[in-house]
């Protein structure tokens, strides 16, 4: 296996686990039961990534090609309706910290595999975005409230910073691991700097 | 024509048929004007379908590619809505029993699909499960609500159970025929009892 | 390039433009930020044409193949973000002239793409009518309300006859230009005159 394709496997597969869990806490926060909690657990870890696949014409696409991936969300979502007790008394900033993790995680596979397939840099730089916050733009839409991406503050920005920074790396002719490494570090302490600094994108003044 | 490509399009036809008249009804008692209740009716009876067939790599899916299921599910529609005086007066427990066959008919049909795409054993029976709660979830996301399917008793269970029992039925050297009409048997059974006897799934307990 | 293909192209690239700015304008009303007025621009622009694409089996879609599309639907986003002082000053008769006119844009654009994919007649005009109305829906269903095109006046029919049109000008042998030109004032003067008049699709009458 190439080191590009291996380095988008693991930081997919990390990503999966990290998403899996946050979709299942807020499946359990919602009250759903045993089924919608592994369902919101599926949908957060894999939606982003089925959907970059379908747009940049990987069918079918790796989530549904590679038994591990969905393996690897049902476990995890599994563990965390078991351990409910224990996981949902993680404070708040653990679980944020993690889910910026999740989030750098995808959007520099997404933006390492688009790249792969031949996609020019700045929609790669997008695909990495649409593998970061996709997930839980379909967990939103399945618990019928306006996605957190929408409304929040820099967190869809954040991933696109981290996917051009990938592409931007691999032009340079930095090696892939180097470019992937800096780009994940980059998008995740943009997240945590915006998160504890209160940052906001600026909004139309209407009327 | 193969036996298993036949089974597939039969099981298909039939649930495009059921879910299509389902989803005129739901529209109609939402208010929706004609065109809203032919796109509800169109997008419940091929909803899930034409996403499985995204996700196996069968582009064009087949709602695209054969004129025979739209016009079926219109058609449904449209005799649904001219004729909604009586349609509207079935008794809850037949349309109960309508949905589940249509479930069954679906996630039969779609773990049959995708075990002849080649698709591994576990992902072919959630394909089954996609296909036939996949309809309903788009329904109810037109309509803004959360997914019946995630809030309710046993339903996407009935089908992973239907899809399940496919795959393993073909794995065991059953005859296709004989693998999907049991599977079929079990996942509306099984769906039908869930709803009788009021069955649950485990909810976590949170404080 | 040929005509038809170059047709396609300008139809898609006008509609983008249109769309695009409607897309920021509701978001902007909805109160988002900078990046959900690009999101929710770029995915009314494009959503419409993704979905087409990925059903015709035209995978990657242009708009993530074709770097023209994204960047005039970003483009179009931040001018209405930065200028929208003068832009939401603007009539409401104007912006619903402007989106017919990106609705019978997009719909001659869908359904002629679909013919040059060797999609049968019926299914090319829905391919029209889903290209014309996708964006819309996609944008309803991230702002968490009820897509307008499933409650509202002759919208997705409009679109409808626009595709068919379409389809049978080729049919009959007309030349594409002239089939595209036709089709596309007949839908744009239908939807106008049906908001104009207050037309309305028939409603079942419960009870």
Not at 38 to 58: K, W
Not at 140 to 160: C, E, H, K, N, Q
């Amino acid at each position: 296996m190439k080191t590009t394709t291996k380095l988008v496997l693991a930081a997919d597969l990390a990503g999966t686990a990290v998403f899996a869990i946050e979709g299942a806490v807020a499946a359990m926060r919602g009250g759903l039961d045993l089924l919608g909690v592994m369902v919101i657990a599926f949908t957060v870890a894999l939606g982003g990534g089925v959907v970059r696949d379908l747009l940049i014409g990987a069918a079918p696409p790796s989530a549904i090609r590679d038994w591990r991936y969905p393996a690897l969300a049902f476990t995890m979502g599994l563990v965390t309706f078991v351990f409910h007790a224990q996981i949902l008394g993680i404070p708040d900033h653990i679980l944020i910290a993690l889910d910026a993790a999740g989030l750098a995680l995808f959007a520099v596979a997404g933006a390492q595999k688009a790249v792969e397939y031949g996609i020019g840099p700045f929609i790669a730089a997008l695909m990495g975005t649409v593998t970061g916050v996709g997930g839980g733009v379909v967990r939103d839409l399945l618990l019928a409230r306006v996605p957190m991406v929408l409304v929040s503050d820099i967190y869809a920005s954040a991933a696109f910073v981290g996917g051009a920074l990938v592409v931007a790396g691999r032009r340079a002719g930095l090696p892939p691991v180097v470019a992937a490494v800096g780009a994940g570090i980059a998008c995740f302490a943009l997240r945590l700097t915006a998160v504890r600094n209160g940052w906001h994108l600026p909004r139309a003044q209407l009327g």
